[in-house]
């Protein structure tokens, strides 16, 4: 494990296998643990608002969501590469999960990108048990009819894929409330199988990668001329 700064965001790098071990501590506890998938946009975000900046260094266990941010990280390590780029810390946990009959529950921010969201998964892995998937946070509903609908089916994990902002709002609210092991949270434009990204999709994230290691580089730049100026 290491420890590195992105705009100022503190944030920590696991191996797939100091991961998936971290993984199996929180499904056996069933004490709410946040694991939680970042991306460019989310990081930005974070370096202009103090909640969420906290809510992303207090997560219980961080991943890259692509190759690009973990070069732009600076980790050099081919390995670590290739365990983003195949998303083999998701494989093997969604296999782990299938293999020990862990129910998992799937939410977004409506109907129509739950449903695609549990599809992925399942392409990614078909003998899992994905016990609901439905949309939180609808208007006119509360979060606690949310969270005893997932209460409901009594979840080892729940996978959410949805803005950053609005799981930190709805986490915030019904985290003292909701029964199960793990909440990972997915940036709301994550691909589970990046085999399957369109290539506008791609060019999309490598565009907006250029602009973030640029914000970076500047960042790093402002804070070294300040340190000297100091």
Same mark, same amino acid.
């Given at each position: 494990?290491?420890?590195?700064?992105? =705009?100022?965001?503190? &944030?920590?790098?696991? /191996? *797939?296998?100091?991961? +998936?071990?971290?993984?199996?501590?929180? !499904? #056996?506890?069933?004490? =709410?643990?946040?694991? &939680?998938?970042?991306? /460019? *946009?989310?990081?930005? +975000?974070?370096?202009?608002?103090?909640? !969420? #900046?906290?809510?992303?260094?207090?997560?219980? &266990?961080?991943?890259? /969501?692509?190759?690009?941010?973990?070069?732009?990280?600076?980790?050099?390590?081919?390995?670590?590469?290739?365990?983003?780029?195949?998303?083999?810390?998701?494989?093997?946990?969604?296999?782990?999960?299938?293999?020990?009959?862990?129910?998992?529950?799937?939410?977004?921010?409506?109907?129509?990108?739950?449903?695609?969201?549990?599809?992925?998964?399942?392409?990614?892995?078909?003998?899992?048990?994905?016990?609901?998937?439905?949309?939180?946070?609808?208007?006119?509903?509360?979060?606690?009819?949310?969270?005893?609908?997932?209460?409901?089916?009594?979840?080892?994990?729940?996978?959410?894929?949805?803005?950053?902002?609005?799981?930190?709002?709805?986490?915030?609210?019904?985290?003292?409330?909701?029964?199960?092991?793990?909440?990972?949270?997915?940036?709301?434009?994550?691909?589970?199988?990046?085999?399957?990204?369109?290539?506008?999709?791609?060019?999309?994230?490598?565009?907006?990668?250029?602009?973030?290691?640029?914000?970076?580089?500047?960042?790093?730049?402002?804070?070294?001329?300040?340190?000297?100026?100091?």
């Amino acid at each position: 494990m290491q420890t590195i700064q992105l =705009l100022g965001i503190r &944030l920590k790098d696991h /191996s *797939k296998w100091e991961s +998936l071990g971290i993984a199996e501590r929180f !499904l #056996k506890n069933r004490a =709410l643990r946040l694991v &939680l998938y970042v991306n /460019s *946009k989310e990081l930005t +975000l974070a370096s202009k608002d103090a909640g !969420l #900046k906290q809510f992303i260094e207090q997560a219980d &266990l961080t991943l890259w /969501s692509t190759t690009e941010l973990v070069q732009v990280a600076g980790l050099k390590n081919a390995g670590r590469h290739r365990e983003v780029e195949n998303r083999e810390f998701l494989k093997e946990l969604l296999q782990r999960l299938a293999k020990n009959h862990r129910a998992v529950a799937g939410v977004s921010d409506s109907e129509a990108k739950a449903l695609l969201l549990k599809q992925e998964l399942l392409e990614m892995q078909d003998k899992l048990s994905i016990v609901s998937c439905f949309p939180i946070g609808a208007s006119g509903v509360s979060v606690e009819q949310d969270v005893n609908r997932l209460n409901g089916v009594t979840p080892a994990i729940v996978i959410a894929r949805m803005p950053i902002g609005a799981q930190y709002s709805w986490l915030e609210e019904a985290k003292h409330m909701v029964n199960t092991g793990i909440w990972m949270a997915l940036p709301e434009d994550m691909v589970i199988n990046r085999k399957t990204q369109s290539l506008w999709h791609k060019w999309g994230q490598k565009i907006k990668h250029v602009v973030f290691r640029k914000r970076v580089m500047k960042y790093n730049d402002t804070t070294e001329t300040n340190k000297t100026d100091s």
